[in-house]
């Protein structure tokens, strides 16, 4: 239920802004919309991929890199967004969809097809050094979208801002949570699980509604 509440905000949020992209006065807005859709997808394989889904079953931890490809792609989505925000350079819907679909399938056939992507949880040991420098580099990548958040502050309503930093400040909170647990089903991992859904909760404030 928390992964499916993302899954559906990060949807919601493509649609909003796509159908409204004549009207949004932040052309990076649809570009954010869009990013969030394919967020999404990568999203929706990891909770597919979990064991108790029984739908992949030659590997127990997918869910894992499929967290860790996701959260890269959304963290570094939120920190171009804020850079770009309010500048005059400018590209087209369709080299969006594109990029971010290349993106998202390199993602996926790396962790189903190909199987290149790093290892992040080890049954018994708990989280590889990947994974958890990978939630810290993660954290830094958000920290910095914070301060170009209000280094571009006259771009946002004052409550929006307000909103939008709430949301980043909880998702590094979650990151954090996330290189503490040993069990998938662990106290720190549900609290992780438990912040998303209050982050994404703030981001249908400051943009759906």
């Given at each position: 239920?928390?992964?499916?509440?993302s899954?559906?905000?990060?949807?919601?949020?493509?649609?909003?802004?796509?159908?409204?992209?004549?009207?949004?006065?932040?052309?990076?807005?649809?570009?954010?919309?869009?990013?969030?859709?394919?967020?999404?997808?990568?999203?929706?394989?990891?909770?597919?991929?979990?064991?108790?889904m029984?739908?992949?079953?030659?590997?127990?931890?997918?869910?894992?890199?499929?967290?860790?490809?996701?959260?890269?792609?959304?963290?570094?989505?939120?920190?171009?967004?804020?850079?770009?925000?309010?500048?005059?350079?400018?590209?087209?819907?369709?080299s969006?969809?594109?990029?971010?679909?290349?993106?998202?399938m390199?993602?996926?056939?790396?962790?189903?097809?190909?199987?290149?992507?790093?290892?992040?949880?080890?049954?018994?040991?708990?989280?590889?050094?990947?994974?958890?420098?990978?939630?810290?580099?993660?954290?830094?990548?958000?920290?910095?979208?914070?301060?170009?958040?209000?280094?571009?502050?006259?771009?946002?309503?004052?409550?929006?801002?307000?909103?939008?930093?709430?949301?980043?400040?909880?998702?590094?909170?979650?990151?954090?949570?996330?290189?503490?647990?040993?069990?998938?089903?662990?106290?720190?991992?549900?609290?992780?699980?438990?912040?998303?859904?209050?982050?994404?909760?703030?981001?249908?404030?400051?943009?759906?509604?």
């Amino acid at each position: 239920v928390a992964e499916v509440f993302s899954i559906v905000i990060a949807c919601a949020v493509f649609m909003i802004s796509w159908n409204s992209r004549k009207q949004i006065g932040n052309f990076y807005l649809v570009h954010l919309g869009i990013a969030y859709l394919f967020i999404g997808i990568i999203d929706l394989f990891h909770t597919l991929s979990y064991v108790g889904m029984n739908i992949f079953t030659d590997y127990d931890y997918y869910a894992n890199q499929l967290w860790i490809g996701a959260r890269y792609l959304e963290s570094l989505t939120l920190l171009a967004f804020f850079i770009l925000s309010g500048s005059k350079i400018r590209f087209s819907f369709i080299s969006v969809y594109v990029f971010y679909a290349f993106v998202s399938m390199g993602i996926l056939f790396s962790v189903f097809y190909w199987k290149i992507f790093p290892i992040c949880f080890v049954e018994g040991q708990g989280l590889t050094t990947f994974k958890i420098v990978s939630e810290y580099i993660i954290s830094g990548i958000l920290l910095l979208s914070l301060f170009f958040l209000y280094k571009k502050k006259e771009q946002f309503d004052g409550y929006i801002r307000k909103l939008l930093t709430w949301t980043i400040l909880l998702t590094i909170l979650g990151e954090l949570a996330f290189t503490f647990y040993i069990s998938n089903y662990g106290f720190s991992n549900l609290v992780g699980h438990y912040l998303k859904i209050a982050s994404f909760y703030l981001v249908y404030k400051a943009i759906i509604e």
